[in-house]
């Protein structure tokens, strides 16, 4: 796919070391942006100081400051920041009697509150420009109920009308803001939900005593799949597109 209006934008991607985040990063390279690759781990920065285009930062997104902090050095050093796909997110697996406090704040912490820091941070300067695209990464548990997943799917629900209401304020700006909600998607995330070999199999089938549905395309995502629906949205292909939700799930929440 190739999207000539990516070339020469400026791109921060959150979540950067992960799965998703890593192809992400990827992809805005080879459409000629710079990329400006954030995450809370350590191998963020093993994992993109040599590329080209890519500048790697090692920082916590829930710190109001260090973001602020990150946000004007990318725009003194990078350039003024053209998009945003914000692709962090974290899941704890538990049923609500077994869920402690510390795990439900922090998945509210990482898929939502610090959402909100970066978002507030970067669309602020977005406004004074007129100009911008932002892409949130939820999930298609934002709209179907999973079980030993309340703190994981109420977060990315809240992630996802966040970015909706965002959408809504920043329009008159010509920022746009849309959402990706991936299920099933073959990454570290997903394979913690296996309990044996049969995993990918069972994540397609489906497990109907956990009122699960399985995957209509008998496949598991890929994380080029939601890369790909990340760039288009962030690209001028989408340009008289904001406030959407577009699901990467195979048809597993049948279109819900």
């Known amino acids: 796919m190739q999207l000539q209006d990516i070339a020469g934008k400026t791109v921060i991607v959150t979540g950067a070391a992960g799965g998703i985040g890593r192809v992400v990063v990827e992809s805005f390279v080879q459409q000629g942006a ?3 690759a954030v995450d809370c781990q350590s191998k963020v920065m ?6 080209p285009q890519v500048t790697p930062f090692c920082v916590d997104i829930s710190d109001v400051d260090a973001v602020e902090e990150l946000v004007e050095t990318v725009e003194n050093r990078i350039g003024a920041i053209d998009i945003l796909a914000n692709v962090a ?19 509210f912490e990482v898929n939502a509150t ?7 941070a970067i669309s602020r300067r977005m406004k004074s420009r007129e100009q911008g695209s932002i892409v949130v990464v939820s999930s298609n548990a934002g709209r179907m109920p999973r079980m030993s997943m ?11 009308m966040y970015t909706k209401c965002l959408g809504l304020e920043l329009a008159s700006y010509n920022i746009r803001c849309n959402v990706v909600s991936p299920g099933s998607t073959e990454t570290d995330m997903l394979r913690q939900l296996w309990t044996d ?3 990918a199999e069972q994540s397609i089938k489906g497990t109907q005593e956990a009122y699960r ?3 209509p395309l008998q496949k598991l995502g890929q994380a080029q799949d939601v890369a790909d629906t990340i760039l288009f949205l962030a690209s ?14 195979g048809g597993a929440t049948l279109g819900v």
């Open 34 to 36: 710079h990329v400006a």
């Open 46 to 51: 093993e994992r993109f100081q040599q590329k």
């Open 89 to 107: 997110g974290v899941l704890h697996l538990a049923e609500v009697d077994a869920l402690t406090q510390e795990d439900w704040e922090q998945t």
């Open 114 to 120: 610090s959402l909100f820091i970066v978002t507030k």
């Open 150 to 160: 309340a703190a994981y799917a109420a977060s990315k629900a809240a992630a996802t």
């Open 197 to 199: 070999a049969n995993g």
């Open 213 to 215: 549905l399985g995957i």
């Open 236 to 249: 001028d292909c989408s340009g008289h597109m904001t406030m959407e939700d577009i699901c990467v799930d």
